[in-house]
Nanobody, 127 residues
């Protein structure tokens, strides 16, 4: 069974950091671009960052540029390092896999491109 499992969420204060992990089960991530998305209460799911299957390129939403970093740890795990967290970063964070051999991940608003989704991990940034 092909699964993605997110971990690393939690409650932090503004300015602190978290590292989210996306682990694959039942398949490897070698041929998949990976995206991170988030959904705040009452809002639509939005793209945060994505990385190509090779790791050679990545994209970030304007709201997280310079604060978040996506990386491929190995062929089974992708991480999202989140620094200088803000209350507006609060939400449920999902990772997703897109069968994509291009050297560029799909647009951050192209949720339909992603084939597999995790169940999400909650991030709360509050003082």
């Amino acid at each position: 069974q092909l699964q993605l499992v997110e971990s690393g969420g939690g409650l932090v204060q503004p300015g602190e950091s978290l590292r989210l992990s996306c682990a694959a089960s039942g398949f490897t991530l070698d041929y998949y671009a990976i995206g991170w998305f988030r959904q705040a209460p009452g809002k639509e799911r939005e793209g945060v960052s994505c990385i190509s299957h090779s790791g050679s390129s990545s994209k970030y939403a304007d709201s997280v540029k310079g604060r978040f970093t996506i990386s491929r740890d190995d062929n089974m795990m992708v991480s999202l390092q989140m620094n200088s967290l803000k209350p507006e970063d609060t939400g449920v964070y999902y990772c997703a896999a897109d069968w994509n051999f291009l050297e560029s991940c799909a647009g951050l608003d192209d949720l339909a491109s992603y084939d597999y989704w995790g169940q999400g991990t909650r991030v709360t940034v509050s003082s």
